[in-house]
């Protein structure tokens, strides 16, 4: 298969292609900033149709990643940079499948598990679940994050060709071992003995191992039924107290302090990010899928969380 990548030189993208690379398929990635790599790179703006839109053409996979990192403060600036590097992108990347001689058969639209509301009541899936902007106890400034991937699913919809099916990835957070992702961060705490509970320790956590990630990914293109939105979630969220116990007990540390929503708040703002990433409650469940016969490696987080912290072991090694 020819597989492209927009947006694909991050971590997700790059766990990918390192592991369709090894499968003997060609990969394309397009950045920005096009560095060395296993695989080609190719250069494009995410803003304007150019020379990249060529790959497009006869392509048997795109999967869009493209999108400006949500690990910031929202400030007006990056609130506009987040919401168009996703917005912008999606809609040239439907224009290029859109107006392909051959236009590829499939189209795997990151979108966010986020869309879902703040809740602690009961499991999301797709066709119950609820779709955030409106949740009680939800803060106002939430209601930016539901907006920008209801806008980012909206618009891909909407520039699909139907030739393409059309896969709209609703992920929770991907945990993988390597330096720069989210469970490096939530490992970096558990490291200072800052791995507590965050506010009540309610919110739940849904997570997804990094190779269930890759084989839902490879499940869903075999899988032609399917098409529109998908979670990509473990089956079981947890609280975050829960989970940030079990995390801690995985990596061997005995302690965790926890913290209070004002020094939740505090912390997000030395960080230079936004509390809603660790306060929000995503309680999200894969329906479609495990409907339709995947199964999961790491259903669990204990199992999940042992594995990651072993295998991190080996990278810091």
């Not at 490879?218 to 989970?243: M, R, S």
Request: charged residues 25%; proline residues 6%; hydrophobic residues 45%.
């Amino acid at each position: 298969m020819k597989i492209v990548i927009p947006g694909g030189s991050g971590q997700v993208g790059t766990l990918l292609a390192r592991h369709w690379q090894q499968a003997g398929h060609e990969v394309v990635i397009l950045s920005r900033v096009p560095r060395q790599a296993p695989w080609r790179t190719v250069a494009w703006d995410a803003e304007q149709p150019g020379d990249w839109v060529a790959e497009i053409d006869g392509a048997d996979v795109v999967i869009n990643l493209a999108g400006r990192t949500v690990n910031c403060r929202y400030t007006t600036k990056h609130r506009r940079q987040i919401y168009q590097s996703r917005v912008r992108s999606t809609e040239i990347v439907g224009r290029a499948i859109a107006q392909a001689r051959r236009p590829p058969p499939l189209w795997l639209q990151a979108s966010t598990a986020t869309i879902y509301g703040h809740r602690y009541d009961a499991p999301n899936d797709e066709a119950t679940g609820i779709i955030g902007g409106s949740t009680p106890d939800a803060p106002e400034h939430w209601r930016f994050s539901v907006e920008v991937a209801r806008s980012w699913e909206v618009i891909a919809e909407r520039t699909a060709p139907a030739s393409t099916r059309l896969v709209l990835l609703r992920s929770a957070m991907i945990m993988s071992p390597d330096r720069g992702g989210i469970f490096d961060t939530l490992l970096w705490l558990v490291r200072l003995g800052l791995g507590g509970p965050a506010g009540n320790g309610r919110q739940y956590v849904s997570w997804l191992h990094d190779r269930d990630f890759v084989r839902a990914i490879d499940w869903l293109i075999a899988h032609k039924e399917l098409a529109g939105a998908v979670n990509l979630a473990a089956p079981n969220p947890l609280p975050y107290k829960d989970f940030m116990r079990i995390l801690r007990r995985a990596w061997g540390m005995p302690i965790g302090l926890p913290a209070t929503r004002w020094m939740v708040e505090i912390g997000a703002w030395l960080m230079r990010t936004e509390s809603e990433l660790a306060l929000k409650s995503r309680r999200v469940i894969p329906g479609r899928i495990t409907n339709a016969g995947f199964n999961f490696d790491f259903a669990d987080w204990e199992a999940a969380a042992q594995d990651l912290c072993r295998r991190r072991k080996q990278v810091d090694a």
